[in-house]
Nanobody, 120 residues
Framework: QVQLVESGGGLVQPGGSLRLSCVTSGIRFSIYHMGWYRQAPGNQRELVARRGSGGITNYADSVKGRFTISKDNAKNTVYLQMNSLKLEDTAVYFC??????????????WGQGTQVTVSS
């Protein structure tokens, strides 16, 4: 059974920091592309940061220079370090694990989400 469990969300003031964690189980973590997405009320889910299995990372323009995604293969965990948080970063943050096999079969898993609220 595949599980992705996020934690680390909460209430923070503008300019503050949070670190989100996503612990996975039931997958070969090292071969998956891992990502963080977010969804604010009334908005579509959007990519925040992604780290490929080979280590290449990409970020949404809105978070570049403030957020950092990292993986710990030994702990089957992906992190999102969020610094200089802004009001507009308020959203539910979701962890995603994605893998496409050589036969084009895809495996796409989501966590349940963790709320991040930036407010003064």
């Amino acid at each position: 059974q595949v599980q992705l469990v996020e934690s680390g969300g909460g209430l923070v003031q503008p300019g503050g920091s949070l670190r989100l964690s996503c612990v996975t189980s039931g997958i070969r973590f090292s071969i998956y592309h891992m990502g963080w997405y977010r969804q604010a009320p009334g908005n579509q889910r959007e990519l925040v940061a992604r780290r490929g299995s080979g280590g290449i990372t990409n970020y949404a323009d809105s978070v570049k220079g403030r957020f950092t995604i990292s993986k710990d293969n030994a702990k089957n965990t992906v992190y999102l370090q969020m610094n200089s948080l802004k009001l507009e970063d308020t959203a539910v943050y979701f962890c995603n694990a994605y893998y496409s096999s050589s036969s084009s079969r895809t495996y796409d898993y989501w966590g349940q989400g963790t709320q991040v609220t930036v407010s003064s």
